[in-house]
């Protein structure tokens, strides 16, 4: 199957600072990656649909000012979680869609714990 | 009512049966199928994907899927502990951009 590498795969910060993730889908071009979030013992919950060279699409609910998405290429996307607090820290992982199989492959995922 | 609609579970087979994981979903226009394996604090990863009515194989794991009924299923022979892992369905529709709808998962334990 196709690969999607995410960076870095965990990350302790302060509150208050910046984080930014990236997801690169490392044997195919994507259009569109996906970024979700995923507490413990929970179901994935879709964050925002990134489109390359486009707005990103966020779910109701999610702040897009604090999540900053950016899909400047056809292999990478970045989410950047600003002034992040102890509330942010989570699983977060990526796809990217694989458009001439319709299929979206899932990175190996972030895990953020905001101190 | 939910896209897509899963039994939380847990579901718990002996090692050796047959575990049956099934899921629905509400709209007639999806067109692609998909089941995720996520293992615990892993990010989840294909395992079949089918798009026509019918059975697919592929190793231990069948894929069925019935369109009149709205609902996929999957079948897992010779389940094995490795196989315990919590099980995404999804779909897509192609009136939503082929958005993926993935349902909650359901947790299954193979019991050696």
């Known amino acids: 199957g196709a690969v999607v590498s995410q960076h870095p795969s965990r990350v302790i910060c302060k509150s208050g600072t910046s984080v930014k993730i990236e997801c690169r889908s490392l044997?195919?071009?994507?259009?569109?990656m996906f970024w979700y979030r995923q507490f413990p013992k929970k179901s994935l919950m879709l964050m925002a649909t990134?489109?390359?060279?486009?707005?990103?699409?966020?779910e109701q609910g999610v702040e897009k000012d604090k999540f900053l998405i950016n899909h400047a290429s056809l292999t990478l996307s970045t989410l950047t979680v600003t002034s992040a607090h102890p509330e942010d820290s989570s699983f977060y992982i990526c796809?990217?869609?694989?458009?001439?199989?319709?299929?979206?492959?899932f990175g190996p995922g972030t895990r953020l714990l905001v101190l | 009512q939910k896209e897509v609609e899963q039994n939380s579970g847990p579901l718990s087979v002996p090692e050796g049966a047959i575990a049956s994981l099934n899921c629905t979903y509400s709209?007639?226009?999806?067109?692609?199928f998909f089941w995720y394996r996520q293992y615990s604090g892993k990010s989840p990863e294909l395992i079949m994907s089918?798009?026509?009515?019918g059975d697919k194989e592929d190793g231990r794991f069948t894929a069925q899927l019935n369109k009149a009924s709205q609902y996929v299923s999957l079948l897992i022979r010779d389940s094995q502990p490795s196989d315990s892992a919590t099980y995404l369905c999804?779909?897509?529709?192609?009136?939503?951009?082929?958005?993926?709808?993935f349902g909650t998962g359901t947790s299954l334990t193979v019991i050696p």
């Open positions: 044997d195919f071009q994507a259009t569109t």
């Open positions: 796809s990217a869609r694989d458009t001439v199989q319709e299929t979206q492959y």
């Open positions: 089918i798009y026509s009515n």
């Open positions: 999804a779909v897509t529709r192609s009136n939503t951009g082929n958005q993926f709808y």
């Open positions: 990134s489109n390359e060279g486009s707005k990103a699409t966020y």
């Open positions: 709209d007639r226009g999806s067109q692609s």
